[in-house]
């Protein structure tokens, strides 16, 4: 179906929130070098503006706007930035910024998506632990995921201070930097709780159930957040990681991670050099575990873990979700709307 602006792009405009049935008139053409074919514009009524169907877009302004499908592909199968410009024959500084602006539009796909949650569902937290630069600058990442259908709800990342033992050269190793830097700050217990505030933001005061392993502070920023509505239960870390383990489905999306994204690797030139990237790097796992990626592989259906929960009505392509800009919030064009008239509004949540 041919292209209608749904509203005009200037916030300042009142054509913005109301827009008119007519509010805006065809406004000539333009051939933009980074597109084979001309592009219709269109001008407001109103403020007088011109804009066109690439305004409403991720890749607008993008000079290389083909790469954008092939860097995220490489981003979430495991491949870097090196490797990456290889193929593509882009430098590298250039994809890291392109990346960056895939990795905020993921973050918000993601909190456009999925602003419910269905009530009474069991969701499991487990924290994993990288570091950044060096291997003595640990990180924690908790994760929180959906038990049943493997939608990771969300993620943090903070430093945390993991002292070797004393008299060894790692130890050494620490204490000067920490006489140069001062001592690292550990955020484990502010990470767990902002994930957990993500998920009662989408539960809007239901009942829950949440699965984690011994870790004791766990218990009490889980009282703190959802008071009695949330029954907690433990198992032990120690325990065989087999399908039988209650928390077999957190530890394998944690083994996910580490597969999917290159800088979760230990020993390797990939891992992270600033912890705000690897959360940005996150985004991305988000956007394709939960909207792109089928649930399981022997899932017949092959319908992702977003589907299953009722968010979506199919699986997103990956063209799909980098296409239309979600910086408007629920006025956003909604992933799966080919025409732009369909926004994301507030999905009806039920029972998956």
């Known amino acids: 179906m041919e292209f209608r602006p749904p509203f005009c792009p200037n916030t300042d405009c009142k054509q913005h929130l109301n827009p008119g049935i007519r509010f805006w008139i065809f406004f000539g053409f ?8 001309r592009v219709q514009r269109f001008r407001c009524k109103t403020c007088r503006i ?9 890749d607008y302004w993008d000079q290389r706007p083909e790469l954008n499908q092939r860097l995220f592909e490489n981003l979430v199968s495991g491949v870097g930035y090196r490797q990456t410009a290889r193929t593509v024959h882009a430098a590298v500084s250039s994809l890291q910024y392109k990346a960056r602006k ?12 999925s602003p419910r949650l269905p009530a009474y569902r069991t969701f499991l937290l487990d924290e994993e632990e990288t570091y950044e630069q060096a291997s003595i600058r640990t990180l924690t990442m908790p994760v929180l995921m959906e038990r049943e259908h493997w939608f990771v709800v969300a993620t943090d990342v903070g430093t945390t201070r993991r002292l070797a033992a004393s008299g060894s050269k790692r130890r050494e190793w620490q204490e000067r930097e920490e006489l140069e830097s001062g001592p690292r700050p ?14 009662e933001r989408r539960l809007d005061g239901a009942k829950l159930t949440l699965q984690t392993d011994l870790k004791g502070s766990y218990a009490t920023i889980a009282s703190e957040v959802f008071g009695d509505r949330v029954t907690h239960e433990t198992t032990s870390g120690k325990l065989p990681r ?3 383990n209650p928390l077999f489905p957190i530890n394998t999306t944690l083994a996910m991670t580490r597969d999917n994204l290159g800088r979760l690797r230990r020993k390797s030139w990939l891992v992270t050099k600033k912890r705000e ?4 790097h996150m985004n991305l796992f988000l956007a394709y575990r939960n909207y792109v990626r089928v649930r399981f592989n022997r899932d017949k259906d092959g319908e992702s873990p977003a589907v299953k929960l009722k968010l979506l009505d199919r ?7 980098l296409g239309w800009r979600q910086d408007w919030g629920p006025r956003s064009i909604h992933p799966l709307s080919a025409d732009g008239r369909r926004f994301i509004g507030t999905p009806v949540t039920a029972s998956a």
């Open 102 to 113: 895939l990795a905020a539009h993921a973050g918000l796909l993601h909190h456009n998506l």
């Open 242 to 244: 087999t399908t039988f």
């Open 50 to 58: 011109t804009f066109s169907k690439p305004t409403f877009c991720l």
């Open 315 to 321: 699986n997103l392509t990956v063209a799909e979700a």
């Open 186 to 199: 550990d955020q484990s217990r502010e990470c767990v709780t902002t994930v957990l505030k993500e998920l």
């Open 277 to 280: 990237w690897l959360q940005s």
């Open 30 to 37: 333009f051939k933009p070098s980074s597109r084979p074919e």
